[in-house]
């Protein structure tokens, strides 16, 4: 079956430890993206990678760091995490960037740095 | 950057209702797309719309690229309780950074049988 998967689901860890949310798809597509969800601020991009080694910054990227060492793999790492990075967090990806097929979309990451 | 502009931004709505919800942008955009978010999931493609003026539909969901290329709306008609959820609609443009999708900040639909 065609995917995304993020793990893990749900973790809940405390300011200042290190974490990495992993991503990884099976469709052979070029383009991933991470995006956080905070109520009523919608979906916001934090990073995206056009092809293998080639990755740039979203909105908010301030507080993440990514790698795409390969091209099914998108990990999304939080060297430091604070609490206001408290939010669920989306993996996403697409043929190529600027698809016309817009973008499929992992289950969730639900963070809670405490 | 480019922003969207949702509205409204929930709607509390009877069974058997038609709902309709709207996306508008400063900026135009070639491509416009309807995501639905079911709760505790990602967002699922429901409609792309690729020609201004194309009217679409998918079941009970009926959407359109405005004319002007800056907005799109989005109608589900006969409302059940599977339809709650929050849709976001998104604009994206053709090539370089512009490829990515700008999100709306979504509209929160809740259904009473």
């Known amino acids: 079956e065609a995917q995304v998967t993020q793990n893990p689901r749900y973790l809940i860890t405390v300011t200042g430890k290190k974490l990495t949310v992993t991503c990884s798809q099976n469709m052979n597509h070029e383009y991933m993206s991470w995006y956080r969800q905070d109520p009523g601020l919608g979906l916001r991009q934090i990073y995206y990678s056009m092809n293998v080694e080639v990755t740039d910054k979203g909105d908010v990227p301030e507080g993440y760091k990514v790698s795409r060492k390969e091209k099914r793999n998108f990990p999304l790492i939080l060297e430091s995490p604070s609490p206001n990075q408290t939010s669920l967090y989306f993996c996403a990806s697409s043929p190529r960037q600027g698809s016309l097929y817009g973008y499929t979309f992992g289950s969730g990451t639900r963070l809670t740095v405490v | 950057g480019q922003q969207l502009n949702q509205s409204p931004q929930s709607m509390f709505i009877q069974e058997g209702e038609d709902v309709s919800m709207n996306c508008t942008s400063s900026?135009?955009?070639?491509?416009w797309l309807w995501y639905k978010q079911d709760p505790g999931e990602g967002p699922v493609l429901l409609i792309a719309?690729?020609?201004?003026?194309e009217l679409t539909s998918n079941g009970r969901l009926t959407a359109q690229f405005g004319i002007t290329r800056k907005d799109s709306f989005l109608n589900i008609s006969a409302s059940i309780p599977s339809d709650v959820g929050i849709y976001f609609c998104a604009g994206q443009n053709y090539g370089g950074s512009q490829g990515n999708l700008i999100f709306g900040k979504g509209t929160k639909l809740s259904v009473k049988p």
């Open positions: 900026s135009i955009f070639n491509t």
């Open positions: 719309l690729y020609k201004a003026g």
